[in-house]
């Protein structure tokens, strides 16, 4: 995907981005997704997702995009969000980022940072 101009009709930028990346467990984003429905530019948005999620250099795409959560978006034949998950904690771990710096930046468990992190140093190991 080229060229971002659709960005400029995106509805989400005229409101609480708190909306659209909430923080915590469950990461409710059902009034994001009532706001993407009325959105002109939502298919445009949900591909731009799918392309940035295709890249594992990226890392993990966090909350509403295209009027989808991560797992919807997975589930509509996005790439593995597990793997682009691990991935995200791996690139961010050989940068010396810190598992809890890490658990922040991405949204995810602390304890899953950790395991993937082990299970890395297994596979080197064997
Ligand atoms: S579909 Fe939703 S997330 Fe995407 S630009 Fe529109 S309002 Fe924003």
């Given at each position: 995907?080229?060229?971002?101009?659709?960005?400029?009709?995106?509805?989400?930028?005229?409101?609480d981005p708190d909306l659209f990346f909430p923080e915590?467990?469950?990461?409710?984003?059902n009034k994001a997704k009532k706001i993407c429905a009325a959105c002109p530019v939502r298919i445009e948005c949900g591909k731009h997702a799918q392309h940035l999620e295709g890249d594992v250099s990226h890392g993990l795409r966090h909350g509403a995009w295209g009027g989808q959560s991560p797992t919807q978006r997975a589930a509509a034949g996005g790439p593995s969000l597990t793997a682009a998950r691990d991935e995200a904690i791996l690139r961010l771990t050989a940068h010396g980022v810190g598992p809890g710096d890490i658990s922040g930046q991405l949204g995810v468990n602390y304890r899953?940072?950790?395991r993937v992190r082990a299970g890395d140093r297994q596979e080197e190991a064997a």
């Open positions: 995907m080229k060229s971002l101009d659709w960005m400029a009709d995106a509805v989400c930028a005229q409101t915590g467990a469950g990461q409710n984003t899953t940072v950790l």
